[in-house]
């Protein structure tokens, strides 16, 4: 069965302090993996799609890496307004459809 | 460029009543996904449509059904609702070739 999992589920930080956040996946066909950042009560932004191991993307303070087994988010001298979930998804194409299986989430929070 | 946009924003409804959400894709988009998001947890798929037919379906009973119109947009249909269909109720847009979905806000459903 497809599954994601995203470590750690919370993670405080000083502003400043960079850190890494991981996505462990196990989807067979793999077509893509995403990554989103939620706001609370609000839909998911997207940040980065990632096709092939060792391909990297940026934005801002974020680069998201990927490996045959995994993702890491690296956050570099985050700033307050960095807090929020992210989460990560990994595209399973079946029967033509572009299902994401989601992981649970981790919970950022950058303190001033 | 308007993007993913979803009515009603929230929603209070009684146990065993029925409720329809509202959808419409980024401009261009033409496939539409529902996903389920409980409190805490990462979206779960409930499923696709493309072409006004249902592509795929995750693991949710035949009380949760949809539609998609010729001009894209897109319903999620509850029927009998139970206290755990409270959630937030995402729609996400994408092309048919592509892999990328972008969310909308969302619908917090509340049943009591």
């Known amino acids: 069965e497809d599954q994601v999992t995203q470590s750690p589920e919370a993670l405080r930080l000083q502003e400043g302090e960079s850190s890494s956040l991981n996505c462990s996946y196990t989807v067979s066909g793999l077509r893509g993996l ?21 391909e990297e993307k940026e934005k801002e303070r974020l680069k998201a890496t990927l490996t045959k087994k995994e993702s ?14 992210y989460l990560c998804a990994a595209s399973d194409p079946i029967q033509g459809a572009q299902k994401l299986v989601f992981g649970q989430g981790t919970r950022l929070t950058i303190n001033p | 460029d308007a993007g993913v946009t979803q009515s009603p924003t929230h929603l209070i ?40 037919e249902e592509r795929q379906r995750g693991n949710f009973p035949d009380r949760f059904s949809g539609h998609q119109f010729p001009n894209y947009s897109s319903e999620l249909n509850v029927n009998a609702l139970l206290l755990g269909d ?26 009591t």
């Open chain 2, 13 to 52: 409804k009684t146990r065993g009543q029925q409720v329809t959400l509202r959808c419409s894709p980024k401009s261009g988009h033409d496939t539409v996904s529902w996903y389920q998001q409980a409190l805490g947890q990462g979206p779960q798929f409930i499923f696709q449509y493309y072409e006004e």
């Open chain 2, 86 to 111: 409270s959630a937030l109720y995402l729609c996400a847009s994408s092309l048919a070739t592509g892999y990328e979905q972008y969310f909308g806000p969302g619908t917090r459903l509340t049943v």
């Open chain 1, 72 to 85: 890491f988010l690296h956050i570099t001298a985050p700033k307050p307004e960095d807090s929020a979930t």
């Open chain 1, 34 to 54: 995403f990554w989103y950042r939620q706001d609370p009560g609000k839909g998911p932004e997207f940040l980065f799609t990632l096709y092939s191991a060792g």
